[in-house]
């Protein structure tokens, strides 16, 4: 096979990276991709989102899979426009990708299908989403409806902060048409597990999960960003072979099912953001895609071989195909440029990662070559993922990996999966 992946993060770095120990893959193209995809892959310079350059590129250089990382392209409909042009691609179809690019879509197909979710209203007009908000107790969470480049929601601690996010939204149009709509949901409590599972139209395989660590600063202080940290598996109590029953049973079959019925089965890696609450698991979110941190810890635990399994998903044979996970623990580190996630520089050097030791990895997001140097250009710069027999031994090698690698300005958390 010839693959195309398509994005240019850590996490299309690590399905580059797996894709590359299959037997059955041939060649690998990366659009746009980024400095460590280049070694390991032909990188493409063509956006992930524009659509008809990348149709043209996998009919002009027999491409057989087309696997896409990030939402907005699956969002915009690129399966549909793949799989119309006669050329396979690995993702949920525009009517499937809903899920995750209309929040009131999930809310009403979990409602229609008793799944356990925050409880939630959805309101187009300013006046009656703020006199609603009125009424709700605090902590409240804020959402946009639509995508906004994971943006668009605030878990407000207190009225002025809600009403703040609501303006923002429907007022201000900070999200443009994505904020229009505006869910206000009740804020649940709890360890939230990123579970992730192929979703072939009608089979789910077994999961995996990890969990991620949204704020910028060690003990979950300082602003929200993309994520900067993850392992897998989580701890036992939060994740283990009950829940994941449970999980299966009360969420990943009926959604599943729930979207067959409304005309769109669900083809591609479902993500479902969950809390782990005293009631059981709830929906936080569902997402169309992997996630970024957690590909680059979850793909180092994939024994089976993942162009086998991404196949058989995008063909619905995913019941003959055998998808299995290692037990051994994964950590990954993220190193962030200076300032992120607000306002940072790039353009520096970045020293050290050939001294990173054969049991961590290193997967490139905002990096590119210069003059065959390799140099920071984004504000997520890499991850460093290792495995290890416990958590406690995959941070050690993940944090002596991350530490060998310097650039200006650099940093990164210090208490990942320091339980
Ligand atoms: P999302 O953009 O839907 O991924 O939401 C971003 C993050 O906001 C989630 O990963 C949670 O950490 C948090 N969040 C979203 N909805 C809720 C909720 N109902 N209760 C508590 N936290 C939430
Ligand atoms: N780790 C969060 C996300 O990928 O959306």
Redesign the pocket.
């Given at each position: 096979m010839n693959v195309l992946v398509v994005g240019n993060g850590a996490r299309e770095h690590a399905i580059a990276w797996k894709l590359s120990q299959s037997p059955s893959v041939c060649h690998i193209y990366v659009a746009p991709g980024n400095a460590g995809t280049h070694f390991i892959a032909t990188n493409v310079p063509i956006g992930a989102e524009d659509i008809a350059a990348l149709i043209d590129f996998a009919s002009n250089n027999a491409i057989d899979l087309t696997v896409v990382g990030p939402e907005a392209p699956l969002a915009a409909g690129i399966v549909d426009s793949f799989t119309a042009s006669g050329l396979p691609a690995f993702g949920p179809s525009q009517a499937a990708a809903r899920i995750e690019g209309s929040?009131s879509f999930a809310k009403t197909l979990m409602a229609d299908c008793s799944i356990p979710t925050?409880a939630s209203e959805t309101f187009t007009d300013f006046e009656q989403a703020s006199a609603y908000l009125a009424t709700c107790s605090i902590p409240i969470?804020i959402?946009a409806d639509g995508l906004a480049a994971?943006k668009?929601?605030t878990?407000a601690q207190t009225r002025e902060q809600a009403q703040d996010a609501i303006r923002e939204s429907m007022l201000d149009r900070a999200f443009g048409d994505a904020g229009d709509h505006v869910l206000i949901?009740?804020?649940?409590e709890g360890q939230?597990v990123s579970v992730f599972a192929f979703v072939d139209g009608e089979y789910v395989s077994p999961m995996v999960a990890a969990c991620d660590y949204?704020r910028v600063g060690d003990d979950d202080i300082g602003p929200n960003t993309g994520g900067m940290g993850s392992f897998s598996p989580p701890l036992p109590h939060h994740w283990n072979a009950d829940i994941e029953a449970l999980v299966r049973a009360s969420i990943m079959e009926p959604v599943t099912k729930g979207l067959i019925d409304i005309g769109c089965p669900y083809r591609g890696i479902l993500y479902l953001?969950m809390?782990h609450t005293e009631e059981g698991p709830k929906v936080?979110?569902f997402n169309c895609r992997l996630g970024d941190p957690e590909t680059q810890v979850i793909l180092p635990r994939l024994k089976s071989d993942l162009a086998e399994n991404l196949h058989a998903t995008a063909h619905g044979q995913l019941r003959d195909t055998q998808i299995e996970w290692d037990d051994r623990a994964c950590v990954g580190v993220v190193a962030a440029s200076g300032g992120y996630p607000a306002a940072y520089s790039t353009g520096y050097p970045i020293e050290g990662i050939t001294e990173i030791d054969y049991e961590a990895i290193v997967f490139h997001a905002g990096t590119k070559l210069q003059d065959d140097e390799i140099v920071t250009a984004g504000g997520r710069v890499l991850t460093v993922s290792a495995l290890g027999d416990t958590h406690e031994q995959a941070r050690v090698r993940a944090y002596d990996g991350i530490n060998r690698i310097t650039f200006k300005d650099g940093f990164h958390r210090t208490d990942i999966a320091k339980h």
């Open positions: 929040k925050a969470v959402k994971g668009g929601v878990v949901e009740e804020c649940l939230e949204k953001g809390m936080v979110e």
